[in-house]
């Protein structure tokens, strides 16, 4: 709720001072001084609700309508502005800074160590990759739909050739070619 709130003030500012501004300088503004808002350390605190991702969504959504100045209630309009801006999802960048920052864990550049958290998936499965994981077992929802659960249980779907990329680079550039869950 607070950054849901935080972004739709700054986006009510960026309508009243940029209402007659150019569609690029909206965007701009947009991407500089709200998205920020709801993006900031999301890989932790990702919200897994569907009333909480809609909160976040909604203030994108809003901000889609303002960029493109179609405030049209048309049914499935907002769905043509986002594709149209070709603007993804906070939900889809959510997980990918997840998915990175689990790749930063895993390839130790971060200072998390992994095998304080992680245990190495040892069963030979065609369907997990070398660096599996097990994913951690949970009995109540906050530790259940916390970080390393969920992102585990992700990563380990995921291709070889994108879990063995080496750089950071290499896997968003390979993460972008897939369509995650």
């Known amino acids: 709720n607070k950054i849901t709130k ?26 500089s001084l709200v998205r920020p808002v709801l993006e ?19 203030v994108q959504r809003c901000a889609a309508r303002f960029v493109t100045n179609n405030y049209d209630r048309t049914p499935g309009t907002v769905g043509n502005i986002m594709s149209n801006l070709k603007w993804e999802s906070l939900e889809n ?6 998915l990175v920052l689990f790749h930063k864990i895993v390839y130790g550049f971060v200072d998390i160590q992994p095998t304080q958290y992680l245990t190495q998936y040892t069963r030979q499965s065609r369907h997990y990759h070398h660096l599996a ?5 949970a009995t109540v929802d906050y530790y259940k739909y916390s970080y390393f659960p969920r ?11 994108v879990v063995s990329a080496d750089s950071v680079e290499g896997f968003k550039s390979a993460l972008t070619t897939l369509s995650l869950p």
Do not use: C, M
């Not at 960026?14 to 503004?29: C, F, G, I, P």
């Not at 999301?42 to 809609?54: E, G, I």
């Open 133 to 137: 994981f097990q994913i951690p077992t």
């Open 93 to 98: 960048r959510r997980l990918s800074s997840r």
């Open 6 to 31: 935080k972004a739709s003030q700054s986006l009510g500012f960026l309508k009243r001072n940029l209402h007659s501004a150019k569609s690029d300088t909206k965007q701009a503004a947009y991407f």
């Open 40 to 58: 900031y350390s999301s890989s932790a605190w990702d919200p897994y609700t569907l009333k909480d991702k809609s909160k976040l969504e909604n």
């Open 151 to 161: 992102t585990v249980a992700v990563w380990n779907t995921l291709p070889t050739s």
